[in-house]
């Protein structure tokens, strides 16, 4: 038996497949990341279109197989981020969400509060607001809500609360306060109060790139999984 299922969906990875098929990774709201096969699909504009790319949110119908890949049956555009191809800052920005996301949700577990947050970032970034405030706040609001949440308020070796300005140890988890590591010359000051302000983000870019950095490599590390669009970050112009 085939069941026919629909969901909204966004693109995480297409890999083409023997002539005209597709091999895709869709985070799909109601299933969460699935894997499908697109057959025809480099032939077929009217089932595909030129939706079956990064930055479009679709509706997508597919047959439940029982086996690794479902059949991709059909894609209905619900909405379209042009900006992301206009621009290459942004471009590099939203893959990053993007593939922060493949890293950190496992397969077919829904997971419809990250799938709203990402909808959300990516119309944010499209509509040309401050970039990478929202980059950061999706980091820690996905993070959250995927079981990876940095803890932000008490020392990760004590446990004492933090009261303003720490390190953060990517390994431990999170914040680690100043008495029990001592003091340490050109270490990272962590500030939670900058995290949780986004005026302060507004006011200061280039610290907000430094813990979008910090927050891809916490995200590496604890889902053993490497961020491939972390490397064009560097070459970010703010
Ligand atoms: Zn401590």
Sequence with gaps: MHSMNSSEALLLRKTPYRDADYILSLFTKDLGKISGIARN??????RFGARLEPFVHFRVS????GREFKLIQDTETIQFFPSFIENIELFTLGSLLLETTDTLIPRESPNEELFKLLIEALSNLNSKKSPLPIVLQFQLQALSVSGYEPNLHSCAECEKPIKGDSYFS?????AVCFECVGERKNSFIFSKDFLLDNDLMESDLEKVLKYIKLFTKFTERHTEKEIKSSRFIEE???
């Design 41 to 46: 699909a480099k032939n077929s504009m009217k």
């Design 62 to 65: 597919f047959k439940d197989t």
């Design 170 to 174: 990517t390994n431990r988890g999170g």
């Design 236 to 238: 970010l112009k703010l």
